[in-house]
């Protein structure tokens, strides 16, 4: 049952909302192999919006931004719901300075997949602080450490420094520098140094409050 629960959770996220809901009506009575050959016909009905997507992505990956937003278009065109396209599309946007249509189309994403992931988060994390909404883009962060892998050093410890940055702007010095610290465990020598020097002056900053709060 497990596998045909993953099944279909593949079959909802690929494909539109009125194919997905012709198969969840007969899904007691579907088996696997039942599923798996419903996925390939689909597959091959709506392989077009993945390759939309794959030319979109290279367009992207070439700062070509409006040919970029116009196949990722295309690719939504074919499938509304694609949750790869919606994030590309405001990936493009937030890259043109779009931060309004940035917005829409990455909260059109997460309403698709309100789980979300790492790049999902840390780009609305992004257009909040660009916005001056601190407290939407510390909200966005703290569900990108939730996503992101410790695995991938770089990334995780750029999350933790945005995180110990928006503390550090709200004035909560203790909470910043916990973010710092663990930052130090995935930062490689040179910039372990920089977060070292800026621990520092948080240190600094952190004494002279608890001496001003004793007098």
């Not at 279909?8 to 996220?13: E, N």
């Not at 493009?92 to 779009?98: E, H, I, L, W």
């Not at 257009?127 to 939407?136: E, L, N, S």
Request: a positive charge.
């Amino acid at each position: 049952f497990h596998n045909k629960l993953l099944l279909l959770y593949l079959l909802r996220y690929s494909f539109p909302d009125h194919e997905f809901e012709k198969i969840r009506i007969k899904f007691d009575e579907m088996t696997i192999p039942d599923l798996m050959n419903a996925y390939q016909t689909l597959k091959k009905l709506y392989k077009c919006d993945q390759n939309w997507f794959a030319i979109g992505t290279k367009f992207y990956k070439s700062n070509k931004m409006d040919d970029a937003i116009t196949v990722f278009q295309e690719a939504l065109r074919h499938n509304h719901n694609y949750y790869n396209a919606l994030r590309g599309i405001g990936g493009a946007y937030f890259a043109k300075g779009d931060l309004k249509k940035t917005e829409e189309y990455l909260l059109r994403a997460l309403k698709e997949f309100p789980q979300g992931d790492k790049d999902l988060f840390t780009g609305l994390g992004e257009v909040t602080i660009k916005q001056k909404r601190m407290g939407d883009a510390l909200y966005y962060y703290q569900n990108a450490l939730k996503s992101a892998s410790p695995f991938y050093k770089e990334d995780y410890c750029r999350i933790l420094l945005r995180l110990g940055w928006l503390h550090a702007e709200h004035e909560q010095w203790e909470q910043s520098l916990k973010y710092q610290k663990q930052a130090v465990a995935f930062a490689d020598s040179q910039k372990r140094e920089e977060i070292e020097k800026v621990m520092s002056q948080m240190e600094q900053k952190i004494q002279t409050k608890t001496l001003c709060a004793q007098l």
